[in-house]
T-cell receptor
Framework: SQQGEEDPQALSIQEGENATMNCSYK?????LQWYRQNSGRGLVHLIL?????REKHSGRLRVTLDTSKKSSSLLITASRAADTASYFC???????????FGSGTRLLVRP | NAGVTQTPKFQVLKTGQSMTLQCAQD?????MSWYRQDPGMGLRLIHY???????DQGEVPNGYNVSRSTTEDFPLRLLSAAPSQTSVYFC?????????????FGSGTQLSVL
């Protein structure tokens, strides 16, 4: 089974609304990363949060990490149609260089 | 900079054929990896490498072989293609230490095995 699981699997919102995606993982991690994938393209890195950090911001993105619950959330504020994509969390397992991806959340932002 | 370059972009194989997917990066990244992505799913790690001469297995290594003779190149070999290997394959690389651990991805290879 996969290390990371995103919730929800799919999300549809109106432009201007906020979008929240959650990620749960199973083992101890060094860091957690979020990536975006536009249809048919490679993934693009959005943000990285380390295991000793609790919150991080980048533009309209806000990521939180709760290591006690083994979970993270990605908040996209004031969403735009261009934010329509799939979003994946990925965890770098402690003492390993491997980056393991979750199953993703498909976000649709309606104009 | 070209970043991460994958070739070919599309490939059709018959069951039992072998082939090599090429991946090259020009960013002097120590870490390189191969993932496969099946429809509607996330990425699963096949093999990875932390430097020339060093490779290791990921989540789904069976049926695939890799080598890392140079820092720049990390080819993925399908030894005897099977329909279950029909997928989109992504190569990705990163630096290992510090904040620059984010992966840079190639544009993918769409492989169909008939």
């Amino acid at each position: 089974s996969q290390q990371g699981e995103e919730d929800p699997q799919a999300l549809s919102i109106q432009e201007g609304e906020n979008a929240t995606m959650n990620c749960s993982y199973k083992t101890s991690i060094n860091n957690l990363q979020w990536y975006r994938q536009n249809s048919g393209r490679g993934l693009v890195h959005l943000i990285l949060i380390r295991s000793n950090e609790r919150e991080k911001h980048s533009g309209r993105l806000r990521v939180t990490l709760d290591t006690s619950k083994k979970s993270s959330s990605l908040l996209i504020t004031a969403s735009r149609a261009a934010d329509t994509a799939s979003y994946f969390c990925a965890t770098r397992v402690d003492s390993s260089y491997k980056l393991i991806f979750g199953s993703g959340t498909r976000l649709l932002v309606r104009p | 900079n070209a970043g991460v370059t994958q070739t070919p972009k599309f490939q059709v194989l018959k069951t039992g054929q072998s082939m090599t997917l090429q991946c090259a990066q020009d960013m002097n990244h120590e870490y390189m990896s191969w993932y496969r992505q099946d429809p509607g799913m996330g990425l699963r790690l096949i093999h990875y490498s932390v430097g020339a001469g060093i490779t290791d297995q990921g989540e789904v290594p069976n049926g695939y072989n890799v080598s890392r003779s140079t820092t720049e190149d990390f080819p993925l070999r399908l030894l005897s293609a099977a329909p279950s290997q029909t997928s989109v394959y992504f190569c990705a690389s990163s630096l290992i230490q510090g904040a620059a651990e984010k992966l840079f991805f190639g544009s993918g290879t769409q492989l169909s095995v008939l």
